[in-house]
């Protein structure tokens, strides 16, 4: 008879896989907060400016939130 095999641990080695909390509340908030201030500021009445402003700053919230996350650790 051969000794039976360990089976690994029901855990993950990685527990926090996918995208953590702050960079969702970076990107949700920062995102309609620059499309606002893009309606407020810019002077054209082309859609496609707000847009953009929001994708602009919807990033930078991300990147924001990736970067506390990496220093601080999650929100939550």
Request: glycine fraction near 18%; charge should be positive.
């Amino acid at each position: 008879m051969s000794k039976p095999t360990k089976l690994g641990s029901t855990q993950s080695q990685h527990p926090g896989v996918g995208i953590p909390f702050v960079v969702l509340v970076g990107l949700g908030g920062l995102g309609p907060l620059g499309y606002v201030f893009g309606q407020m500021v810019l002077p054209v009445e082309a859609h496609l400016s707000h847009w953009l402003v929001a994708l602009i700053s919807a990033a930078l919230g991300g990147v924001l939130g990736w970067l506390w996350q990496r220093r601080h650790g999650d929100i939550i």
